[in-house]
């Protein structure tokens, strides 16, 4: 996706500037830095890794990304984008004709358009044109907010969780117009193959037992909704694919209601229209037939991952607990385990070597498996 994200919105902005908060498993880095060498405005954030960890971990990303392009990059208008997200202008135009038209003293909110999965795509040309129906919008209650440097400068404003608005000191709150900018809208494209949604959704999952904290905050629940249909079923379909783009990102109570609204027009026919800069858009560096090698390399990584982070923890606690005689015994028997565990990744290979050559992606009792390994039994005490 990364190459046809960068192509098409280099084709109205000034410049990209890039944070990659979680690992890159494929070619990625390669491609960003081809494009580079190919003369594309495209830069790296100048962010300690520590530090973006640990805003990351906040869901803070966004706010010290915004006063960089702002203050080294002089950004007048900035633009938070995810790599599935590509803003454009309904009528065919250039959406930096309506961007360039914007007022500097209001808070511009751009409302998503999610294009539906409904078969495996092309992966040889421009990723979006393989979508051809977007789902109905009254599913839709996400945007993004857009703003002049003026509202950050000025008024000290900084882009909320998710960059779906703004928040404002106690002095600004309220006093800023909330628009919506004329035909502009974020086409998403959160479900694209099988082997992307395998990747997305079981790395997140594998990931949640890092930072527990993660599923007590209630992050990501579309993408548990579809772990625990894998883990159901063992499988996807395509027509389940079609389904879970259809849901995404909306909660059960509020489904009901939103598809009652559609009255039976659930997808809504209407490729994204790159008409004014088709011409831009020739992938050079891109091949997706990798994917389903990089899930098999991520999954081995973020397991050891993982393993090794819990083992660290176990063992960062083990001093001071020994302090207390009674939980000697029980630390003893953790500390096995976990030593064990990490002996036992070895054997993950095969396990997501199975997942990987199954051609009905049944992965459910595979993955109950894989995470016996590393998540220990209860003790009876």
Not at 36 to 57: C, F, K, M, Q, V
Not at 221 to 243: C, N, P, V, W
Not at 300 to 310: F, R
């Amino acid at each position: 996706m990364g190459e046809s994200f960068l192509r098409y919105n280099l084709t109205f902005c000034d410049g990209i500037l890039i944070c990659e908060v979680g690992r890159s498993f494929d070619n990625t880095t390669d491609i960003i830095q081809s494009l580079i060498n190919e003369g594309l405005a495209i830069h790296w954030a100048d962010i300690d890794r520590n530090e973006l960890e640990r805003l990351a971990s906040h869901n803070d990303v966004r706010p010290p990304l915004a006063q960089i392009a702002i203050d080294k990059f002089g950004a007048d208008l900035v633009l938070p984008l995810d790599a599935d997200e590509f803003l454009y202008h309904t009528g065919g135009m250039n959406p930096r004709d309506t961007l360039e038209a914007l007022r500097e003293d209001v808070e511009y909110q751009v409302l998503w358009r999610t294009y539906v999965y409904q078969e495996e795509p092309d992966y040889k040309h421009f990723m979006p044109d393989n979508f051809t129906h977007y789902r109905n919008p009254v599913l839709e209650h996400h945007r993004k907010a857009l703003a002049h440097k003026r509202l950050f400068v000025d008024k000290g404003a900084a882009y909320t969780a998710g960059a779906h608005a703004l928040s404002y000191p106690e002095d600004h709150k309220g006093a800023t117009a909330i628009e919506y900018p004329p035909g502009l809208l974020y086409a998403h494209f959160p479900l694209r193959s099988k082997p992307q949604l395998m990747t997305k959704v079981i790395l997140n999952h594998i990931r949640k037992w890092s930072d527990p904290s993660i599923i007590k905050r209630g992050e990501g629940f579309q993408l548990g909704k579809i772990y625990a249909h894998l883990k159901e079923h063992g499988q996807i379909s395509a027509d389940d694919m079609t389904r879970q783009s259809i849901e995404y990102g909306v909660t059960d109570n509020r489904l009901r209601e939103t598809l009652s609204k559609a009255e039976g027009q659930i997808l809504i026919e209407g490729r994204m229209d790159v008409s004014f800069c088709a011409d831009k858009l020739g992938l050079r560096y891109t091949d997706y037939r990798l994917y389903k090698d990089v899930f098999l390399k991520a999954m081995l990584i973020e397991v050891e991952s993982t393993l090794k982070l819990l083992s660290s923890k176990i063992e960062e606690k083990d001093e001071s607990a020994r302090q207390n005689d009674e939980l000697t015994p029980q630390i003893d028997i953790l500390l096995q385990q976990i030593r064990a565990l990490t002996v036992q990744s070895d054997a993950l290979t095969q396990q997501i070597a199975d997942i990987y050559d199954s051609k009905t992606w049944k992965t459910g009792k595979l993955l109950q498996r894989v995470f016996r390994f590393f998540v220990p039994p209860k003790q009876n005490t």
